[in-house]
């Protein structure tokens, strides 16, 4: 049930470019993107719903292909203050109806000066 | 600082014992998670509360309980503790209950080390 994320890590220049991608074996009602700096909470990115809507950031951009089960980040123009590490979580219905959202191991994003 | 607050930082207790893990939402927000980060587990949502009321359920020990007072703040107790029980416990609040139109606000969390 756990999304699966690929890839497990990865070292940028600043300025460059990075995609992170969350792939999900069960049906997605909405995919959820987090940061976590070393020592630090999570802080929120962007949830996006079926039907393609996203709420969030602003200066990183991230689809969701309900067909495929699977959600990819865009990480652009990479900065210094993005390194750390990148969780989607994936809304499950559960039995009896409820909600929950399970997270993914988490891509490790470095990017060095 | 994301307006969750979480006491204690830092617990350190042996096994076989009980401790309770508190959380106080940001102002305004009704709904309440409890969330368990270990380096193995990765970051697993335990239970959701939303004005009182269990929400959601997830991947929480039956050794484990949490409940959310009128004041909206929230305990986590987990009891007959585990070695495996060690891990950073967070807890992170919202407006609403809806998992697809609120964004959650971490707290910084509680480190619980079990000897």
């Known amino acids: 049930q756990q999304p699966v994320q690929s890839p497990q890590a990865v070292i940028l220049r600043e300025g460059e470019d990075a995609v992170i991608n969350c792939s999900s074996s069960?049906?997605?009602?909405?995919v959820h993107w987090y940061r976590q700096k070393h020592g630090e909470a999570p802080v929120f990115l962007m949830i996006?719903?079926?039907?393609?809507e996203q709420k969030g950031h602003e200066k990183i951009s991230a689809s969701f292909n309900e067909k495929k089960q699977q959600s990819s980040l865009y990480l652009t123009a990479s900065q210094l203050s993005y390194s750390g590490t990148y969780f989607c979580?994936?809304?499950?219905?559960?039995?009896?109806?409820?909600?929950?959202?399970?997270f993914g191991k988490g891509t490790k994003l470095t990017v060095n000066p | 600082d994301s307006g969750v607050t979480q006491t204690p930082k830092h617990l350190i207790t042996a096994t076989g014992q009980r401790v309770t893990l508190r959380c106080s939402p940001r102002?305004?927000?009704?709904?309440v998670y409890w969330y368990q980060q270990s380096l193995d587990q990765g970051l697993q949502f335990l239970i959701q509360?939303?004005?009182?009321?269990?929400?959601a359920k997830g991947n929480i020990l039956e050794r484990f309980s949490a409940q959310q007072f009128p004041d909206l703040h929230s305990e986590l107790n987990l009891s007959s503790l585990e070695l495996g029980d060690s891990a950073l416990y967070f807890c992170?609040?919202?407006?609403?209950?809806?998992?697809?139109?609120?964004?959650?606000?971490f707290g910084p969390g509680t480190r619980l080390t079990v000897l």
């Open positions: 979580g994936t809304e499950v219905r559960a039995q009896g109806g409820s909600e929950k959202l399970v």
């Open positions: 102002s305004g927000d009704l709904s």
């Open positions: 509360y939303y004005n009182g009321e269990e929400r």
């Open positions: 996006l719903l079926k039907g393609g």
């Open positions: 992170a609040s919202s407006v609403g209950w809806d998992w697809q139109l609120y964004e959650q606000f």
């Open positions: 069960k049906a997605l009602y909405s």
